[in-house]
């Protein structure tokens, strides 16, 4: 079923209504096991990434389950749910036990925790990302993603180079948040440091 979902998905979002381009992808298909965290404006982002990612999870907002369809149909593509702005553990431990259950395993998570609008530059890094990747002992590939892209139009999903939590970042809540802000800084970087190599100019 996977399969032939991400096959669907690859057609319609990443080659019709948007034009997805990658780089830099080797560096998430290098690793057996990874937390990818992107910036997030765009509702359908998750899919972008989704089509092109062998043993990929996603964490999603709990209210995208609400309706039982939807919510079998997000489950059985590993889609689980987070109640945003709650201590929610059990999703949490989910994700962390996520990597003891394959040898390749990967997490997809939003450390803004929402889309960003337009009159935005970026959103506040949430910490849950970097404690996941920490207790889980994976490392974290920040990721740029066209912000507010327009259908048809051509889109960017470049990814970092890999980070790791270590220890005394995650024992001391200060250094963790302060991690959490520039792992998210890197993840907008990226798109200067690709118009700059590359002579170009994208959103």
Known sequence: MIKFVKFIINIVVCHFLYRV???NKEAEENLDKCLICPNHSNT??????????DNLW???KAELFKYKFFGYLFRKCHVFPIRRGEKDVKSVMHAINIFSEG????????PEGK???KDKEKGIAKVGAAYIAYKANVPIIPVYLTKNARLF???YVIYGKPVYVTKEIAEDKAK???F??????????????YEKKNNVKIK
């Open 21 to 23: 381009r990658y780089v």
């Open 44 to 53: 359908l982002e998750p899919l972008w990434i989704y089509a092109k990612t």
């Open 58 to 60: 996603i964490m999603a």
């Open 103 to 110: 040898e390749k395993r990967k997490l997809l998570i939003f």
């Open 115 to 117: 889309r960003i609008k």
């Open 153 to 155: 139009s051509k889109v």
């Open 176 to 178: 963790l948040n302060e």
């Open 180 to 193: 959490a802000k520039s792992m998210l800084d890197e993840a907008y970087k990226l798109k200067g440091d």
